[in-house]
């Protein structure tokens, strides 16, 4: 799936232009006045996001909001729409990738329809940059776009073997099944929470 119209990679230039993904993610945001409100998320891209809310802003209004799945974001207001406004984002290239590659997943999530999205919850890597180690000992980077105690997805340029044995980060696990942009992985054993979080800490 591309997220830019333009061919470019997202966030390689700010004059790209960015698809949208349909969503159905929940979250809050502030307005300048600093109050909090509660939001529905159901049109997203890189760029630029729609917020559902009964709460009118202004056009050029600064905004902060915290997203499901994607985290804090913030923008301006660009126009009101029906039921919320449109705002543009303002972020550097890094998260605009970070962005893209989490919309990506949520976009293949469908395909995907690993045995750990039903069993456990989303785990929020603390450094989504890592890398695959196959079993010759040919080492790949990717990015996480998705993790749980029981697996992730990966955005990966190479494609190993289905039943592949990998070892991502530090877990070993197995390859499970491709997607557009990466594969899936399952760890060989379901790890605790302190284990996610230390596998992937000191990753590059």
Known sequence: MQLTR????PGSATTAKYYSVKVQLYGRFMLEDRTEHVCQINE??????VISTDVMANNGERVIAYIDHIGRVEGTVERLVSGGFLVSLIASDRKKNKIAAQLTWLANKHELDMPEDRRHQRIAPRNPITSLSMADGRKYPCRIVDLSISGAAVELRMRPALNSQVILGTMRGRVVRHFEEGVAIEFSSVQSREAIDAAFEEQP
């Open 44 to 49: 997203m891209s890189p760029g630029d996001v």
């Open 6 to 9: 333009d061919g470019s990679s």
